[in-house]
């Protein structure tokens, strides 16, 4: 004899507009987790940050010619140690 009677019943509303569906999905998903703490973030922006600057001056590196970079480095020197009020060259 078999005991299997169709498919199971479904357990949510039928009635359920979309956006309550969509609302109760994002309610599910986000209770139960702490908020990071201050010095996680901090952690792992500085990390993504890290790793994105690394990236991004390997790739302007190789397309410039040495030159090029050498008229960089001057003019970050300059602004970094130059004279406050001496005239800083561009480009």
Do not use: H
């Not at 199971?8 to 039928?14: A, G, L, M, V, Y």
């Not at 940050?49 to 790739?59: Q, S, W």
């Amino acid at each position: 004899m078999c005991r299997y009677l169709g498919m199971p019943k479904r357990t949510r509303k039928e009635s359920q507009d979309i956006n309550q569906f969509a609302a109760s999905i994002v309610r599910q998903s986000t209770q139960d987790e702490p908020a990071p703490d201050q010095a996680t973030i901090s952690q792992v922006m500085r990390a993504m940050g890290r790793r994105g600057g690394l990236k991004g001056a390997a790739t302007l590196n190789a397309k410039l010619s040495p030159a090029q970079r050498k008229k960089s480095a001057q003019r970050a020197a300059q602004a970094r140690w130059g004279k406050k009020g001496a005239k800083q060259d561009s480009k």
